[in-house]
C-alpha cells in the first residue's frame, strides 16, 4: 500500500505540523492568557457541555442594540445597521471571533480586532490584531 504524501511530509518534516511557541495550545495556556489582560477584561460567562470554561473579553461598557437581524446575516447582505446602529456606537468596536465545528474546536483561531476610528468612519485598516492561535485544544469542549 503506498503511503499518503501528508504521512510522507510528516515523517520528513515533523516540524511543520507543531504549532509555533507563540499560539496557544492548552486550556491552561488560554486561562493564562485570560489573566493577562490588561486593557480590558476576562470574565467566565458559563461552562461548555464539557464543562469547559466559557470566557468573555470585554472592553467598554456595554452598549445595548436592538437588531433585526443575526450579524451573519446583516454583515452578509452589506447591512450591518440590521444587527447594530453606528450611530448608538461611543467608542471603538470590538470583536472576538472563535470558530467552532460541531461539538470541538478544530484549527481555531480566535481574532481580537480593534479598530482605530470606531465602525462610523471605517472598517479597515485595522489598528491592532491580537492572534491567539488555538490548533490543540486537549479534548471536546
Same mark, same amino acid.
Request: proline share 8%; charged share 20%.
Given at each position: ?7 510522507d ?24 492568557? %485570560?489573566?493577562?489582560v490588561?486593557?480590558?477584561? *476576562?470574565? =467566565?460567562?458559563?461552562?461548555? &457541555?464539557?464543562? @469547559?470554561?466559557?470566557?468573555? /473579553?470585554?472592553?467598554? %461598557?456595554?452598549?445595548p442594540?436592538?437588531?433585526? *437581524?443575526? =450579524?451573519?446575516?446583516?454583515? &452578509?447582505?452589506? @447591512?450591518?445597521?440590521?444587527? /447594530? ?57
Amino acid at each position: 500500500m503506498e503511503q499518503s504524501p501528508i504521512a510522507d511530509l510528516r515523517r520528513k518534516r515533523a516540524d511543520l505540523f507543531e504549532a509555533p511557541g507563540f499560539w496557544r495550545t492548552t486550556l491552561e495556556d488560554i486561562a493564562e492568557a %485570560a489573566s493577562a489582560v490588561e486593557n480590558g477584561a *476576562a470574565s =467566565i460567562i458559563g461552562k461548555s &457541555a464539557g464543562g @469547559r470554561d466559557i470566557l468573555s /473579553f470585554s472592553y467598554g %461598557a456595554f452598549e445595548p442594540q436592538t437588531p433585526t *437581524a443575526t =450579524i451573519s446575516s446583516a454583515m &452578509a447582505s452589506d @447591512r450591518p445597521q440590521a444587527f /447594530f446602529d453606528p450611530a448608538d456606537c461611543t467608542g471603538p468596536p470590538w470583536s472576538f471571533y472563535f470558530q467552532t465545528f460541531f461539538h470541538h474546536a478544530s484549527g481555531a483561531v480566535p481574532l481580537l480586532f480593534e479598530l482605530p476610528h470606531g465602525i462610523r468612519e471605517c472598517y479597515y485598516p485595522l489598528e491592532r490584531i491580537i492572534d491567539i492561535g488555538l490548533t490543540a485544544i486537549e479534548s471536546w469542549l
